[in-house]
């Protein structure tokens, strides 16, 4: 009887190990999944640094894609630019902060163009007009977009995007130049938000630079067709200078070049 208890009691304390055992692997596997799946959320909003083949105009936050009256398809197939080096990706509405004149203005449903540079070149500016419903003109201005990437530019003046416009050929007065270096063998960069700080790593005084940037975003293409510029003025041989760039954040902003000038 003893013997029987006994055996009995083993197996209850077996069969207690063994739900606790499975319990535990349960749980584990439960957290490595939402982990992953934690990741992949993760991911998906992760700014990506815009290159060849980085755009999903959907991730792209505010902005909704809208070619022409009816068309809604992805790319703005239809939609003619006089220089063949730009192509518009979609032409449609965005809500959020507009940032090509510097302001950060709330706004809401502003026409917005999704462009890419297919040139081996840097685009150093682009201003583009689009005759919109025969007797309205819709502006971008694009500026320093390197080859092979593309931007989301907002319409000059604000234009209220309707689904009624119609976008067909745009005039494009462009300019392009080698894409600029950031001068590392001279200088030396150290970013935080609202701030740059050079240091000149040469022998010589350094009488003016300018270091330039853009926005990036999520999405894999640069915000709008704005680049800041933040200026050095004499700094010296070996010494560190800092400058306000209020526009700048580590986190979604992306230094386009240096310019070194000798007076």
Known sequence: MKQKKKLGIIIA???????????????LKANKSSSQ???KETNEYEIVKPGKDTLDADKIKGYSAKVGVEDKTEKADQIVLSDPNLTVESIGAYSGSFIEDGSDEATKNVTAMLITNNSDQMLQVALIDFQVNSNETASFKVTNLPAG??????ESNKREFSDKDTYTYGNAATGYMDQPTLEE???ELKTENGKITLKNKTDKELKRVYVYYKYVQIGGAYFGGITYRTPFENVGAGKEAEAVAAHFN????????VQILDN
């Open 13 to 27: 304390v077996a069969v207690a190990i063994i739900v606790v055992g499975v319990v535990i692997l349960f749980a």
């Open 37 to 39: 799946k934690e990741t």
């Open 149 to 154: 990437t593309s931007t989301l530019v907002l």
């Open 185 to 187: 063998d001279k200088v």
């Open 250 to 257: 580590p986190d979604s902003s992306q230094i386009m070049g």
